[in-house]
């Protein structure tokens, strides 16, 4: 099993930067598929970034690419979201998710999820 705790939320203006992190423990998380999610208020639950455990691949969803970025450190088993000129519409409960047993985009493919961490961005 993997336990998989986020944390880096918060409130934060228009156009500023948060960085999500995503700590993993129970086993390592080298051999999995890692991926950011986020559901706002009264959504479903939406692909954000994900980078693969293979090459390091990564991909991002049209309306945050360019201005996210998904890393990894395998050493640390943690996972990062860098945001950046974050906008009102990113508000959202982020939530760190891990494995892939189908698209990479597909949310019912991952079967390790945190608990999520709020994030708000002020217009």
């Known amino acids: 099993q993997v336990q998989l705790v986020e944390s880096g939320g918060g409130l934060v203006q228009a156009g500023g930067s948060l960085r999500l992190s995503c700590a993993a423990s129970?086993?390592?998380?080298?051999?999995?598929?890692m991926a950011w999610f986020r559901q706002a208020l009264g959504r479903g639950r939406e692909f954000v970034a994900a980078?693969?455990?293979?090459?390091?691949?990564?991909y991002y969803a049209d309306s945050v690419r360019g201005r996210f970025t998904i890393s990894r450190d395998n050493a640390k088993n943690t996972v990062y979201l860098q945001m950046n000129s974050l906008k009102a519409e990113d508000t959202a409960v982020y939530f760190c998710?891990?494995?892939?047993?189908?698209?990479?985009?597909?949310?019912?493919?991952?079967?390790?999820w945190g608990q999520g961490t709020q994030v708000t961005v002020s217009s």
């Open positions: 129970g086993r390592t998380i080298d051999s999995y598929t």
């Open positions: 980078i693969f455990w293979t090459d390091y691949s990564t």
């Open positions: 998710a891990g494995y892939s047993g189908s698209h990479y985009t597909e949310a019912s493919g991952y079967h390790y």
